[in-house]
């Protein structure tokens, strides 16, 4: 079985500690995966950056983002140009099918983050091309305050038969891989197969307590403000943090 982390945050992302480089380190020789979305915040440019380093790293990626629409989160998978924030439910998956895309519901009816309910998500899939292109629910989220918003989740995949996956929501560098999806074979395209069809397993690797996980956040973020961040000068050399002038120009401005 493969293991994939669909749900993490770069540099790219406002709330993003870590380089793109660092992420792909990280995620192929500690977190030992096979596949990865990189899914920055109403974002895609991590994620193409991503795409064109993995094979130094022996990790595949699929370019995604999280985009925030007018109902809340949304991971889009398989796309390859920005999706505007602020529509609907509806009309935010119908532009990720004409990139030929996927999409998932993280964090379902989780307080405390924007986040899409059942009854939404349910009246959305009654539209056959939502159906077709709107495939799973995270039921696992490492990242979130409300644990129990993933039991919830579970149950919600389950009434509208949806496939189940975990992921990490990673915005630092030692939380890269604490939920995965297990699929059927080790590449992305066998987890777009195993996604449509349902074959997709949520997997716990650890749950941090909220309290360290913000409060390590909290360190990073100002960290990154004043530009230090998590990088990795090659795939043979260690992560750490370094004083990096190329990031985002957002990140180094008062958000």
Not at 2 to 15: F, P, Q, R
Not at 59 to 83: M, P, Y
Not at 207 to 217: D, F, T, V
């Amino acid at each position: 079985m493969g293991k994939a982390d669909l749900h993490i945050h770069t540099v790219y992302s406002w709330d993003g500690t870590c380089t793109v480089e660092a992420v792909l380190k990280q995620a192929a020789h500690a977190a030992q995966l096979d596949v990865i979305a990189i899914t920055d915040h109403d974002e895609i440019r991590g994620a193409l950056e991503a795409q064109e380093l993995a094979p130094r790293y022996g990790i595949e990626v699929i370019a995604g983002s999280e985009i925030s629409t007018a109902d809340g989160h949304l991971l889009a998978l398989f796309i390859h140009e920005n999706i505007p924030a602020g529509l609907s439910l509806k009309e935010t998956v119908w532009r990720i099918h004409g990139q030929g895309g996927m999409c998932i519901v993280p964090h379902p009816e989780a307080r405390g983050t924007p986040s899409v309910n059942r009854r939404l998500i349910g009246e959305a899939l009654q539209d056959g091309t939502v159906a077709r292109t709107l495939r799973g629910i995270e039921t696992f989220n490492a990242g979130l305050f409300d644990h129990r918003a993933n039991s919830n989740a579970e149950t919600i995949a389950l009434e509208l038969g949806l496939a189940q996956v975990g992921s990490s929501d990673s915005h630092l560098i030692w939380t890269i891989g604490d939920g995965v999806a297990l699929f059927p074979g080790r590449s992305a395209d066998d987890f777009r197969q195993a996604l449509y069809a349902g074959e997709t397993i949520p997997e716990v690797v650890r749950q941090p307590a909220p309290a360290i996980i913000l409060a390590s956040w909290l360190q990073g973020h100002l960290l990154r403000r004043a530009g230090w961040v998590e990088y990795n000068r090659f795939p043979e050399a260690p992560v750490r943090l370094e004083r990096v002038s190329r990031l985002p120009r957002f990140a180094l401005a008062d958000e």
